[in-house]
């Protein structure tokens, strides 16, 4: 068989079609991955390089903790307890810990995860949100020049900036082009490795991104896929389902992480946090520096920032078009969600968003990725009437348009008080890009060819970068510090020195003492950030941020301990202590004095005897001789999980509860015992269940599919070869 237009086999033509495909592919690859290294190099070099980290909470828990997770135990052996701050607690309890997340793993077997290799992990994150952006455009079918708009533009998304500090921001930021991708009818699901990669990207996004952040995105994504399906009408045997079996086995991978974590703090929406301004410099943020003392909200949640090009390339995008559809149901949805407005009595009520702490914040993703889009359609309209020709795109109304956005956006400048060098110099670039994007959409320059189109693609980019820096250098406080003051500042060494000289005591037949807190700490010295230092050199501490407030189990070891009483003393001392089991005290602290004998003598109450005999991560051993049955209680948080086994002649598990002082406590039967102390998190089974279930799904559509394409090429083959009849 042959092809008529070339008198080769139709296989041969077939092969050098992919051939020639290729080429180009790798060429675009190249570039995509030197445009990212550059991007990288231009903001991030010292980052790279170890002379900067990010400051703040950067440098607490998020990060420490995440080490403390990869270097106990890992994705397949974790473990459950976490010794290092209050008392311990479950590892599963914490959503923040960088838990079940492959980047962070990855990581960890390049070098010990200290807080310069977590800011090398930060400035990787955003070429992965840039890289997202990119590819997410190609797959609309918006051309190359387009996509690396977008790729420029999402670079320079708030997140990575001034949300720096809060990991699982960032991440969100990162990751929000990809969910919109894999959700997309854009996405080769007819490959066979696209369900299950899908699967595993989805299951990633959503384990390492705030939750209320992860919310708003996941509104945005079925508001999707709703517009797509009404739109586009794919066949749901080639989208809904796939995207269905992919969405699944991704949750399924998710809920390894949230069974366990529901099930030790239980289901509570975020603390009540005052409301988000939103007024005109809130607004002028958009485009202006946003370090100013006097706008409203924190300073890592006020930034609404587009790179230069932006705004005025939206105005240009075409109608109903995929972009136009895929942008303004983006921004849509995150003004519904977060912009104050009288929608809110309903939206703030929908499912989930209790999560949301600062729903205004967390709905710059969707408005800023929806003007992104909307612009990379606007640019590629242009670039396209330029080479192919055609009446000009600024006619009246466009032109109206662009004067109005340059003089709104003076307005807002004046108007909300920025002061003059603040906003001179961005709203000069902004008129410079829209008379650029203006002339190269003028009746003048329409089918000028590739040369103007060239120039256009340059000016447009550098202009973008050039914004996104000056924007990024001009606002650098809550994303670059120095790394070596920072670390020393906290811990008077740094985190790789920690490491290095790590030593957990698990080998001891007692858990170590913790490092106690300073004198008549307050609430801020307790909740000190540098108390993280506990997870890098493995010396459990009394105090430390880990984000558990909310949970009675912890917020009962933080008052007895913080508040102010004769009772605080014995507490601090008591929750101090080595590893113990001592005589519990009903609505009480054990006493100074009897912490003090059961270390010294082993006499740890009245006709109590309780010796250490063995201690790993997790688990307590303890030899007891007790006259009579007695209540006694472990100097360990109590959660849901504990499980204690008393053996003498026989074992016998014995009934767990929490202490007044927040302790482990139970009663000890008499006479001489061993006392096997676990901690097993609740759902660990089912938890592990479930992940493997996840794989097994995505495992069996990839199968499938596999199959289905083998079974063609060889039912294609033999029909090649089947001799002709007649």
Same mark, same amino acid.
């Given at each position: ?392 795109? @600024?006619?009246? %109304?466009?032109? &109206?348009? +662009?004067?109005? $956005?340059? *003089? =709104?956006?003076?307005?807002? !400048?004046? /108007? ?11 709203? @000069?670039?902004? %008129?410079?890009? &829209?008379? +650029?994007?203006? $002339?190269? *959409? =003028?009746?003048?320059?329409? !089918?000028? /060819? ?277």
């Amino acid at each position: 068989m042959t092809d008529s237009t070339t008198a080769l086999p139709a296989t041969q033509v077939r092969a050098a079609s992919r051939a020639g495909a290729l080429w180009p592919r790798l060429l675009e690859t190249s570039l995509v991955v030197l445009a990212l290294v550059a991007l990288e190099a231009l903001v991030f070099r010292r980052h790279w390089s170890g002379e900067l980290t990010i400051p703040w909470d950067f440098t607490g828990t998020y990060n420490a903790e995440a080490f403390a997770w990869w270097e106990d135990g890992g994705l397949l052996h974790p473990q459950q307890w976490m010794p290092y701050q209050w008392g311990g607690y479950p590892a599963a309890a914490s959503v923040q810990n960088s838990s079940d997340y492959l980047p962070v793993g990855l990581m960890s077997l390049v070098m010990p995860f200290s807080i310069h290799a977590a800011t090398i992990l930060h400035a990787l994150h955003a070429a992965l949100g840039a890289a997202g952006a990119y590819i997410m455009v190609r797959r609309m079918s918006l051309g190359r020049y387009a996509a690396a708009f977008a790729l420029v533009a999402w670079f320079f998304a708030v997140g990575y900036y001034s949300n720096a500090q809060h990991v699982d921001i960032a991440r969100g930021f990162a990751w929000a082009p990809w969910i919109i991708v894999c959700v997309s009818p854009w996405w080769p699901w007819r490959r066979w490795w696209s369900i299950p990669l899908a699967g595993v990207l989805l299951w990633q996004a959503a384990i390492s991104t705030y939750p209320g952040l992860l919310v708003q995105i996941a509104y945005g994504a079925v508001a999707l896929v709703v517009v797509w399906q009404v739109t586009a009408r794919p066949h749901w045997r080639r989208y809904l389902l796939p995207l269905g079996v992919a969405a699944v086995g991704a949750l399924l991978l998710t809920l390894h992480k949230y069974i366990p974590n529901l099930l030790t703090r239980g289901v509570s929406g975020s603390p009540q946090q005052p409301e988000q301004a939103f007024d005109l410099g809130i607004l002028g943020t958009v485009y202006l520096p946003y370090d100013f003392d006097w706008l409203p909200n924190d300073l890592s949640m006020r930034s609404f920032f587009v790179v230069a090009g932006v705004l005025p390339l939206v105005l240009f995008a075409r109608l109903r078009s995929p972009g136009w559809w895929t942008g303004l149901a983006l921004a849509a949805t995150g003004i519904l969600l977060g912009v104050p407005g009288p929608w809110n009595t309903v939206t703030s009520h929908l499912p989930g968003m209790s999560l949301s702490r600062f729903q205004l914040a967390d709905s710059r993703v969707l408005m800023t990725l929806g003007l992104v889009v909307l612009a990379a359609e606007g640019f590629a309209r242009v670039l396209d009437r330029v080479r192919s020709g055609g009446p000009g795109l @600024l006619g009246p %109304v466009r032109s &109206t348009g +662009l004067v109005v $956005l340059l *003089a =709104s956006a003076l307005g807002v !400048a004046l /108007g909300a008080g920025f002061p003059t060098e603040a906003w001179r110099g961005p709203w @000069l670039l902004m %008129v410079g890009i &829209t008379a +650029l994007i203006a $002339l190269a *959409a =003028s009746p003048a320059l329409a !089918a000028r /060819g590739n040369v103007v189109a060239s120039l256009v693609v340059v000016g447009v980019l550098a202009a973008a970068t050039f914004s996104g820096t000056t924007w990024a250098n001009e606002n650098h406080r809550p994303w670059r510090v120095d790394r070596l003051e920072e670390e020393t500042r906290l811990w008077g060494v740094t985190s790789d020195e920690l490491i290095a000289a790590r030593d957990t005591g698990y080998g001891g037949v007692r858990r170590p003492a913790r490092v106690p807190l300073p004198e008549d700490a307050t609430p801020e010295a307790a909740r000190w950030p540098g108390w993280s230092l506990a997870y890098f050199n493995g010396r459990p501490t009394l105090g430390g941020y880990v984000n558990l407030f909310g949970v009675p189990s912890f917020d009962a070891v933080y008052d007895v301990v913080m508040r102010e009483g004769p009772l605080r003393q014995d507490a601090i001392v008591f929750w101090e202590a080595p590893g113990m089991l001592v005589e519990d005290v009903a609505d009480g602290v054990p006493s100074t004095a009897t912490v003090g004998a059961c270390l010294e003598t082993g006499a740890c109450g009245r006709g109590l005897e309780a010796d250490a005999t063995g201690y790993t991560q997790g688990e307590w051993h303890y030899r007891t001789v007790a006259d009579a049955a007695t209540r006694v209680v472990l100097n360990e948080t109590f959660y849901p999980g504990f499980v204690v086994t008393a053996c003498s002649s026989s074992c016998v598990d014995l009934p767990v509860s929490a202490a007044a002082s927040g302790g482990v406590a139970f009663d000890l039967p008499a006479g001489t015992n061993d006392v096997t102390i676990v901690y097993r998190t609740p759902g660990w089974t089912a938890s592990w269940i479930v992940f493997w279930a996840g794989f097994a799904v995505l495992g069996c559509a990839a199968s499938w599919r596999l199959g289905a394409v083998i079974s063609t090429a060889v039912l294609s083959r033999r029909g090649r070869r089947s001799p002709v009849v007649g």
